[in-house]
């Protein structure tokens, strides 16, 4: 158990860090430098950790701990007066957190069938679990097959969670900012209108904390049969 928490925290971090550094190079792209003068260009999670402590290191350790599921976030920071004035660049710069995590649950997948076909690892049968997608042979979990095959189901799991929670488009989420860049200026008008609102923001969360499992489970259950038919 103290393992799968273990991967399921670092899971989290490369894959948070990973999402901000997308948001930080597509707004440095797109003309906004204020992520990357805060060090925010970067793979390497010292800067975002920096930047939010709490959503990065504190609150995951504990949630994992006391609930063994784990909640945290990460924080890149924008010009809101570049945002206005480039509601496209900004959209970009919103969709692209969430587009590294599609990559990474992507990269996950592939790693996983490949591995499958060639009887390095095997499918597990039953209920999905989120760390156990796929095992070693003869469910030899104590071993670093045991511990590649962890690292896959929770990289996938994980990021297919995040990019799914994420895309939701209600403020402070990523969505809502995609929502503001590309649709009808009427539309985003009001999205920053609704962002600006703390309470908003609050609501927002809590409909998407409720919101987003109805969407993850049947879609990784998906996935995940998928996978196994390949």
């Known amino acids: 158990m103290l393992a799968q928490l273990l991967v399921q925290y670092l899971v989290f971090l490369f894959s948070t860090t990973c999402h ?3 948001h930080a190079y597509a707004a440095l792209k797109g003309g906004d430098t204020t992520a990357y003068e805060g060090g925010q260009v970067s793979l390497d999670p010292t800067p975002h950790i ?4 709490f959503g990065m290191v504190v609150i995951p ?37 969430p587009l590294a995590n599609i990559v990474l649950a992507t990269i996950a997948f592939v790693a996983m069938v490949v591995l499958v076909k060639y009887d390095v690892l095997v499918f597990a ?3 999905v679990q989120i760390h156990s997608l796929v095992l070693p042979p003869g469910e030899a979990l ?3 097959l045991g511990a590649l095959a962890s690292v896959l189901s929770v990289t996938f799991s994980l990021n297919v969670l995040l990019a799914v929670f994420n895309l939701l488009p209600v403020p402070p989420l990523d969505g809502a900012g995609v929502v503001e860049g590309f649709w009808p200026r009427g539309a985003g008008a009001w999205i920053t209108k609704v962002r600006e609102t703390p309470l908003f923001g609050i609501l927002g969360l809590i409909i998407a904390v409720n ?9 990784l259950e998906t996935l995940t049969r998928l996978m196994y038919v390949l």
Do not use: D
Request: glycine share 10%; hydrophobic share 45%; net charge positive.
């Open 142 to 144: 104590n071993t670093p």
């Open 125 to 127: 049968l039953g209920v």
């Open 211 to 219: 919101v987003a499992p109805l969407i993850w489970f049947p879609l």
């Open 61 to 97: 350790l504990i949630s994992l701990i006391f609930s063994g599921f784990l909640i945290g976030w990460g924080a890149s920071p924008y010009n809101p007066h570049w945002a206005s004035r480039h509601p496209r660049r900004y959209g970009w710069m919103s969709l692209a957190g």
């Open 50 to 53: 920096r930047r939010a402590p």
């Open 20 to 22: 901000e550094f997308a």
